[in-house]
């Protein structure tokens, strides 16, 4: 298993390298980056893209005219010598590929340089913001576990009763209702919207978290919590109980099943004593799936939502603002934990079943 984990460990350095070549090419043709976003802000305009959206109707579609010859939409007015400072300030005074080349080396050592527009290193950032995104990434993976699976073996065991037909639909609505709509309703019904003010409507701590004692501490962590974890669980927590109970139910039709039935074993040991290990086998291998969808696809629309400062939201304004150092920074982050958990989730598979050899399997 050594000699495996190692290889797949050095796997983890090119997949990295595609990653940020594929978003680093793809950076170089995209409009509006982060010298004319300056620009854009020294003339007073706010953002770069309004001009590209003519957003200043008729005097804005003749600058861009008359600014045609320029390098950056909108240069036009300003010295040579300042747009040189900048692209100098910002390193695009060097060829692309010295600057991909000097950003692996710095990823290398986990340096990712400094925000352009937020006068902070983006380690700082990173480390700021990460206790929200994992936080809702965690604990809605464990509440969707801890409850799909049970209830999946519950309705493989119940197959075509009438506890599986109502809890199917009940599921399958709640797979149907998309994240944000859940967020909103949740925010309407219980953070103060037009009935319930039970729980806090922003933030994931209250004003007076330093002064209160531990246990307040817990509690008060939890009561912000509750409304974005449970956003964030409603679309696991209905693909994982369907993939429990069909992965089950597929357990449950074997012959040896039927034999060790016939052995005189009770129900309960044949379920969890050989069904279990085989049928979770499924499960655990979409963990990697399911954990990097709440932490990472989920947690922008939810951080939005509940007002939290967290990592989607992060990267999802540096992107808009063109802070390239923050763009691949998260992307670098979010690219070597999901590679991390994908080896986690194969060590999972050898834990539930010992048989498991991934080492006889490449052989």
Known sequence: MGPYILRRLLLVIPTLLGILLVNFTLTQFVPGGPVEQAIA????????????????????????NTASDSTYVGARGLPPEFIAELEREFGFDKPPIQRFLNMIWNYA??????????SISVVDLIIEKLPVS?????WSTLIAYLVSIP????????DGTPFDTWTSGAIIAAYAIPGFLFAILLLVLFAGGSYFQIFPLRGLTSDNFDDLSALGKVADYFWHITLPVLAGTIGAFATLTLLTKNSFLDEIKKLYVMTARAKGLSERRVLYGHVFRNAMLIVIAGFPAVFIGVFF?????????????GLGRLGFEAAVARDYPIVFGTLYIFGLMGLLVGIISD?????????????????
């Open 151 to 158: 209830l999946g073996i519950r309705k493989a065991v119940k």
């Open 41 to 64: 802000r020294a003339q007073g305009g706010g953002d770069v893209f309004g001009g590209f959206a003519g957003g200043n109707n008729d005097a804005g579609a003749d600058e861009l």
């Open 347 to 363: 060590l999972m598979y050898v834990l539930v079943d010992p048989r498991i050899d991934f080492e006889r399997r490449e052989g």
């Open 297 to 309: 696809g989920g947690s922008l629309i939810i951080e939005t939502i509940f007002s939290l400062d």
């Open 134 to 138: 994992i936080t809702l990434g965690l």
């Open 109 to 118: 050592r986990f340096d990712f340089g400094d925000s352009y527009f937020r």
